[in-house]
């Protein structure tokens, strides 16, 4: 039987890509002078099969779930943040919604799962499929109609988003740069230390508690990772598989994703193992400060945009580089070639 994830994404074209390096190659500049904004506005180019890329009405959406692994102690934070942070995102007070508001981005919250049920709040859609997900030390982290359920809804956001170019998801889930460490070793077999992170702040102490929990995690589920929805069954969150049904369902509509930190890459990797024809139309915002992070990027060759030393999530890294693939797109369609502005070619 096939699912809707495993529908293909629409190819890059390879000539469309060939005529973009030439007209970057022809514009004023040195050759490459515009470094990874050509990278991106070529890339751009190949998968939208046009010279005049762009990046113009952006959809930012972030989601949020409870994490059963919390029980464990490896956040710094209580559980009840996750919720407490769903209101302050419809409040306006979160950092996303500082940067959607001043950027001019749509904006929406999805619960997909926090513990315990919210009030009715602006902005915020209850979707949840789960009050959290279970202990992924203990057992798996949901059922598999849970799974399905939470891809489903990742699915949907995108499918009601209307004509967007470009689809930033964010994510609220204490507890979750665990459940990303674990899906980090699962997609790269590197070990919980080199994956775990300090993710809200956590002690030495912590950190190597949370490496243990990894450990015991894998152990238990690794044999049994037999595809890449069993994978985010066992050890991902409602909020993280709804972020990879997002990012799936973007690429097959031929919409460009920007992919935020660490736990967004950590859904971005389990999206590409189920379905790989989605790779061409992920772009990489940012690289966290969790170790993890640059790890998982190298494994997806991925080139990030931007290094601020962020470690917060919700979609602040990939929200800020939006101008900067907006900027790749104008530049590519309106710089004017050596022809054009009568400047002589040097011989790079
Ligand atoms: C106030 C607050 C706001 C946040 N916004 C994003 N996160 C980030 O931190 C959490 C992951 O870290 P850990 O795995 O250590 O719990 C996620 O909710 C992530 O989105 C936040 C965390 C806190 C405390
Ligand atoms: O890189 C991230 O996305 C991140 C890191 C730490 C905590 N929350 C998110």
Redesign the pocket.
């Known amino acids: 039987m096939s699912h809707w994830y495993e529908e293909a994404a629409p190819e890059a074209d390879e000539d469309m890509r060939a005529a973009a390096i030439a007209r970057q190659n022809s514009l004023t500049k040195p050759r490459g002078a515009l470094g990874r904004l050509e990278h991106v506005a070529v890339q751009m180019s190949a998968i939208q099969r046009t010279l005049e890329p762009h990046a113009n009405k952006a959809l930012i959406a972030v989601f949020a779930g409870d994490h059963g692994v919390?029980t464990e102690d490896?956040?710094?934070?209580p559980q009840t943040?996750?919720s407490e942070?769903v209101r302050n995102f419809a409040n306006g007070g979160?950092?996303i919604s500082v940067l959607a508001k001043s950027m001019g981005v749509d904006f929406t919250v999805v619960n997909v799962g926090t513990v315990y049920a919210l009030e009715d709040l602006p902005n915020v859609q209850d979707l949840r499929v789960g009050a959290g997900t279970q202990n992924m030390c203990v057992t798996e982290a949901m059922s598999l109609e849970q799974c399905e359920e939470a891809l489903a809804v990742g699915r949907d956001i995108i499918d009601q988003a209307g004509d967007i170019d470009v689809f930033i998801g964010?994510?609220?889930?204490?507890?979750?740069?665990?459940a990303a460490a674990a899906l980090a070793v699962a997609h790269t077999r590197l070990s919980a230390t080199a994956m775990v992170g300090?993710?809200?702040?956590?002690s030495d102490q912590v950190l190597a508690k949370k490496a243990a929990v990894v450990t015991r995690a894998m152990s238990r589920h690794l044999p049994h990772m037999k595809n890449g929805v069993e994978v985010l069954r066992r050890i991902g969150g409602y909020e993280i598989n709804a972020l990879a049904g997002a990012y799936i369902r973007a690429a097959q509509r031929g919409i460009v994703v920007l992919v935020d930190g660490y736990?967004c890459t950590a859904a971005a990797i389990s999206a590409v193992k189920i379905n790989p024809s989605i790779r061409p139309w992920l772009f990489f915002s940012h690289c966290s400060a969790e170790p993890g992070h640059s790890r998982l990027l190298n494994k997806l060759e991925a080139e990030p945009l931007l290094q601020l030393d962020m470690r917060?999530?919700?979609g602040t890294g990939a929200a800020l580089a939006l101008p900067i693939m907006q900027a790749a797109c104008r530049l590519q369609i309106e710089m004017a070639s050596f022809e054009q502005a009568g400047v002589s070619r040097g011989n790079d």
Request: glycine letters at 22%; charged letters at 10%; aromatic letters at 4%.
């Open positions: 919390t490896i956040s710094a934070y943040v996750t942070m979160a950092a964010g994510e609220m889930g204490i507890g979750n740069s665990t300090r993710g809200t702040g956590i736990i917060l999530g919700e």
